[in-house]
């Protein structure tokens, strides 16, 4: 079955950096999407970014523009999110997820596999 794996969250300091990862299995990801998803306290899960595995075509969301990035390691079936000048806005806990077709996809129900989820904390 489709294993998704995040890793590299942590607490940092705001203006910091990390980088997290999305170690995927159970298939070959070919005509999939693949996003990171965030959650605060108290707060709805809200869309991150996306990549699609072919094309490497990537969206973000505004809160995250010029921040972020998302990208992926087609040999390591991995996906990253390098994430520079955090604020203490972007404290959540981080999913990866994995959608079966190929589009801009930003909404959670669009997304079939999740990872457990990996926590970001940014102090100010």
């Known amino acids: 079955q489709v294993q998704l794996v995040e890793s590299g969250g942590g607490l940092v300091q705001a203006g910091g950096s990390l980088r997290l990862s999305c170690e995927a299995s159970g298939r070959t990801f070919t005509y999939y999407t693949m996003g990171w998803f965030r959650q605060a306290p108290g707060k709805e899960r809200e869309f991150v970014a996306s990549i699609s595995w072919v094309g490497g075509v990537t969206y973000y969301a505004d809160s995250v523009k010029g921040r972020f990035t998302i990208s992926r390691d087609n040999a390591k079936n991995t996906v990253y999110l390098q994430m520079n000048s955090l604020k203490p806005e972007d404290t959540a806990v981080y999913y990866c997820?994995?959608?079966?077709?190929?589009?801009?996809?930003?909404?959670?129900?669009?997304?079939?596999?999740w990872g457990q989820g990996t926590q970001v904390t940014v102090s100010s």
């Open positions: 997820a994995a959608a079966r077709r190929v589009g801009v996809l930003s909404s959670p129900n669009e997304y079939t596999y």
